[in-house]
């Protein structure tokens, strides 16, 4: 008979043994999330730093290829009388849209000119510190929306100004569509001209606060979408989204040092004065990121791995925009994927630089002239090193078939009445093996460090069979077909 006691309680309870391995799966699941965690930050870094480099090289475009290819374009147009004309049109639709992009670069920058900055920070800095961290929110807000819809006012020219004249247009013209794009690019550099403005005077404040509220404004981003469900498409929207806002944080913190830089006659020992306001900043920026994408993976069941499949993404696009049957610029695929125009930012760092650097005599136009050199050789060589990087990717997650499939712009029950949509020319089956093969082979001989060797023929027949598999199973929505930057990172389209 069971005899109750304090003592035999106190002693069940000090010798009560239980078994783990009873629930093995629960237990194992969890140490998987544990792991997963740990491995966030590396995989998310690498996209990030990749990322980072595809927006550097989109935005050195701007400053060093695109005038070059402008002045190509002028070129031709020049000649013509001479060497005559041929063909139905005057230029190629990638040098109409290079001729565009100038004529906005050099017409918003020209309006800038009559924005007073110092006006704009001294009106900035007599603002209260409550006032100014809600001002800073709206310029995000604001912001996001402004890249969301800009992109489509630029494809909008871009499209209407190189569309066939034998196509019946729908459109209101080419002019009012360039006066819509020089007000949006306008507008945005002023954007941003505030949101630097409103940093510089967080910088300079002598008690820090209002640069605390506004580095706690990041933590709070952890609050908005840590919280939310999320598949793996949003995911990849909110990962890009991330990308550019790191990009474009670190061009603002450029441009308010360049005008501390200025204010106190370009002395370095102000720069270290700077620098740990520039640490904590950026420090804030890696490790809400990392919090963030940490515990969304943890709590929707998302793996590691996604983020080389993001990155395999990216990869795919800079690759396809390097074929000769490509059907947009690279930079303007860009802009589509992670919702980064790299010319408002362009002509806003343009004026900044040439009102605070003063050029005089031919030593500065030199050294300008010089610099200018450094600028192309650092665009030249991010891009081969990037082009090789993207060729090892796409290899590696089996996406060299897509390279060479037309794009599916048409939905497939709108196809057959409206034939006369255009679509990218898809080349033959030896001409898709040859071109890839081609721009691989290219790239291995570029550079040893691209970590590329060819693979061997058992490798390509199981690589193949793969293929194969991947074709039987189950449907999923490619992460290809998230090319708009959203507001809403949990919007399912």
Not at 61 to 86: D, M
Not at 93 to 120: E, N
Not at 324 to 330: M, P, S, V
Request: with cysteine; charged share 20%.
């Amino acid at each position: 008979m069971f005899n109750p006691s304090l003592a035999r309680f106190i002693c069940t309870e000090l010798t009560r043994g239980y078994f783990l391995e009873h629930n093995e799966a629960k237990y194992t699941e969890r140490r998987e999330k544990v792991y997963t965690c740990m491995r966030i930050p590396k995989e998310l870094e690498k996209l990030m730093i990749f990322g980072f480099f595809l927006c550097v090289d989109a935005f050195l475009y701007v400053f060093t290829l695109l005038p070059l290819r402008v002045l190509l374009a002028l070129l031709r147009l020049l000649t013509l009388p001479c060497c005559g004309f041929s063909g139905s049109r005057l230029l190629q639709p990638a040098q109409v849209c290079d001729v565009l992009k100038g004529l906005i670069l050099v017409l918003c920058f020209s309006m800038m000119h009559y924005v007073d900055y110092s006006m704009m920070y001294h009106l900035i800095r007599g603002q209260s510190v409550i006032k100014l961290y809600i001002i800073y929110n709206m310029l995000e807000v604001a912001d996001r929306l402004f890249s969301s819809f800009g992109q489509d006012i630029l494809d909008a020219l871009y499209w209407t100004a190189t569309e066939p004249k034998e196509r019946k247009r729908d459109s209101i013209g080419v002019i009012p569509h360039f006066l819509m794009a020089v007000f949006y690019v306008f507008l945005h550099s002023i954007l941003i001209m505030v949101q630097a403005s409103t940093l510089n005077v967080a910088f300079n404040s002598h008690n820090k606060s209002l640069l605390t509220i506004m580095m706690s404004n990041n933590f709070v981003e952890i609050k908005g979408s840590v919280f939310k469900k999320f598949e793996k498409n949003n995911l990849f929207q909110m990962s890009n989204s991330d990308i550019k806002e790191r990009f474009t944080s670190y061009v603002l913190l450029l441009i308010v040092c360049l005008r501390n830089m200025e204010q106190f006659s370009w002395n370095p020992d102000h720069l270290w004065v700077l620098f740990p306001d520039v640490f904590m900043v950026v420090t804030s920026e890696i490790a809400v990121d990392i919090i963030k994408h940490a515990f969304i993976t943890k709590f929707n069941d998302i793996t590691a791995d996604v983020y080389s499949e993001y990155r395999a993404s990216l990869a795919f696009d800079l690759v396809s925009s390097r074929q000769k049957n490509a059907c947009t610029d690279y930079s303007d695929s860009v802009a589509r994927r992670m919702g980064f125009i790299p010319l408002p930012l362009a002509v806003l760092l343009i004026r900044v630089v040439m009102s605070s650097v003063k050029v005089q005599g031919a030593l500065s136009y030199t050294c300008v002239f010089l610099f200018y050199l450094g600028l192309v050789t650092l665009k030249v060589l991010n891009s081969i090193v990037l082009l090789g990087k993207s060729c090892v990717y796409v290899k590696r997650a089996n996406m060299e078939d897509k390279l060479f499939e037309p794009p599916s712009t048409i939905p497939s029950s709108t196809k057959s009445s409206n034939t006369d949509q255009p679509t990218c020319p898809s080349p033959s089956g030896k001409a898709q093996t040859q071109d890839f093969n081609v721009l691989l082979l290219m790239m291995y001989q570029t550079s040893d460090f691209f970590l590329f060797r060819p693979s061997a023929p058992k490798e390509e027949e199981g690589e193949a069979q793969a293929a194969s598999e991947l074709k039987h199973r189950t449907p999923k929505k490619d992460l290809l077909e998230i090319d708009r930057f959203t507001i809403c990172g949990n919007r399912i389209d």
